[in-house]
């Protein structure tokens, strides 16, 4: 249970943080990163990706707890 409730605070907070981080960016635009662009969106796509599997990670885990029974008993 507390493992859930971690996961899910820290996508939450990573969340805010790419809203703040993406507010700064339309508002700065001549702003930019000393990086070519391909470095910049690999970063995006890790963090995207991260803050995803942070909330999906404690339904994840239950389904498969769920179905990995049904699958056993189909087997018998």
Do not use: E
């Amino acid at each position: 249970m507390l493992c859930k409730r971690v996961s899910r605070m820290i996508a939450a907070v990573m969340l805010i943080f790419a809203a703040g981080f993406f507010t700064f960016a339309v508002t700065h635009p001549t702003a930019s990163f000393p990086w070519s662009n391909t470095v910049t969106y690999s970063i995006y796509a890790v963090y995207i990706l991260i803050t995803v599997l942070l909330f999906i990670a404690p339904f994840k885990k239950r389904y498969i707890r769920h179905h990995a029974g049904t699958a056993d008993d189909t087997q018998k």
